[in-house]
């Protein structure tokens, strides 16, 4: 069974920056990111990063928030900088294996707010 350990959320002022991070348990993944989910509104995609360095963001945070990963580690980071309070979401870490199996943290807060 894959396990999935989330850290890194919390409450930050507009402009500020946090950095979440998630280790995955077990094998290698083809897949590693983010998702978040507004309150009242559908989980969506915010950057995801394949085993070959290829990425996938959304265009709201592009030029923002920065993924990375550590495949020794079997570690995917989000740096987030410029927060807005519309990044307020529960963020979940996703990874996919290559057979196609995903699995998903059990989300992390993070609130942008003065």
């Known amino acids: 069974q894959v396990q999935l350990a989330e850290s890194g959320g919390g409450l930050v002022q507009p402009g500020g920056s946090l950095r979440l991070s998630c280790t995955a348990s077990?094998?290698?993944?083809?897949?590693m990111g983010w998702y978040r989910r507004a309150p009242g509104q559908q989980r969506e995609l915010v950057a995801v990063?394949?085993?070959?360095?290829?990425?996938e963001r959304a265009d709201s945070v592009k030029g923002r928030f920065t993924i990375s990963r550590d495949n020794a580690k079997n570690t995917v980071y989000l740096q987030m900088n410029s927060l807005k309070p519309e990044d307020t979401a529960v963020y979940y870490c996703?990874?996919?294996?290559?057979?196609?199996?995903?699995?998903w943290g059990q989300g992390t807060q993070v609130t942008v707010s003065s």
């Open positions: 990063r394949t085993a070959g360095g290829n990425t």
């Open positions: 996703y990874v996919r294996t290559a057979g196609g199996n995903e699995y």
């Open positions: 077990g094998r290698i993944f083809s897949r």
